[in-house]
């Protein structure tokens, strides 16, 4: 299994600013993911973050929205851009060890005001 | 990926069984399928996967249906600690990487002392 941590662990931030979220991995990891998870909701994909190239991003997610960097293999940032209200969620990072499961991170709980 | 039916709650007395359905008529030759949970503000846990066979580990037993449109997830003896979401997934896993994964609404599960 991969230990996983985030950063930060929660936040409050005003409406049109921005938060990055760090996701670290005590391993070497080929696949890294992002998902976000809305109040009483279940979990959506927003992307996945490639090693050396550009994320992959879900249907309904935008580069210019949720930049995200994979500078090597056990660390990826996912950045939430020109928030709003509405980007209130919990956002969570996890990783492939094989090629049938998955290890999640605490979540980032974010408030948007 | 397949589409899966699950009741959206269940409730279980701690210390007995814990029987969880899911559903997946639609299910392919080749998907397997997986079971995660979500105890409320953390990230979800993995907890078995198979494919047609019946499969048991320290956490729980998966019981899969000859046709495989149907499966049980079987916590044998409830805890207070497993009142969570419990996810059923049903998916091809990656040709030697991780895929991501859909999540679905999930059973909420809630022991009761």
């Known amino acids: 299994s991969a230990v996983i941590s985030q950063k930060p662990s929660r936040d409050i931030c005003q409406r049109g600013t921005s938060l990055t979220i760090q996701c670290q991995v005590d391993?070497?990891?080929?696949?890294m993911f992002w998902y976000r998870q809305q109040p009483g909701q279940s979990l959506t994909l927003i992307a996945t973050a490639n090693q050396g190239s550009e994320a992959t991003y879900e249907s309904g997610f935008v580069i210019d929205k949720f930049p995200i960097s994979r500078p090597n293999l056990t660390f990826s940032t996912l950045t939430v851009s020109n928030m709003s209200p509405e980007d209130s969620s919990i956002y969570l990072c996890?990783?492939?060890?094989?090629?049938?499961?998955?290890?999640f991170g605490p979540g980032t709980r974010l408030l948007v005001l | 990926d397949a589409k899966t039916t699950q009741p959206p709650s269940m409730d279980c007395a701690e210390g007995r069984a814990a029987n969880l359905p899911c559903n997946h008529s639609?299910?392919?030759?080749?998907?397997?399928v997986y079971w995660y949970r979500q105890i409320h503000s953390q990230g979800p846990q993995y907890i078995i996967h198979g494919l047609k066979n019946n499969e048991t580990n320290e956490m729980a037993s998966l019981i899969i249906t000859e046709d495989r449109k149907s499966s049980t997830l079987i916590l044998p003896h409830a805890t207070l600690r497993d009142t969570a979401v419990y996810y059923c997934i049903v998916r091809v896993p990656g040709s030697g990487s991780a895929r991501q994964l859909t999540f679905g609404s999930g059973t909420q599960l809630t022991v009761l002392p």
């Open positions: 996890s990783v492939g060890t094989g090629y049938e499961t998955q290890y």
């Open positions: 391993s070497q990891v080929t696949m």
């Open positions: 639609t299910i392919s030759g080749n998907e397997y």
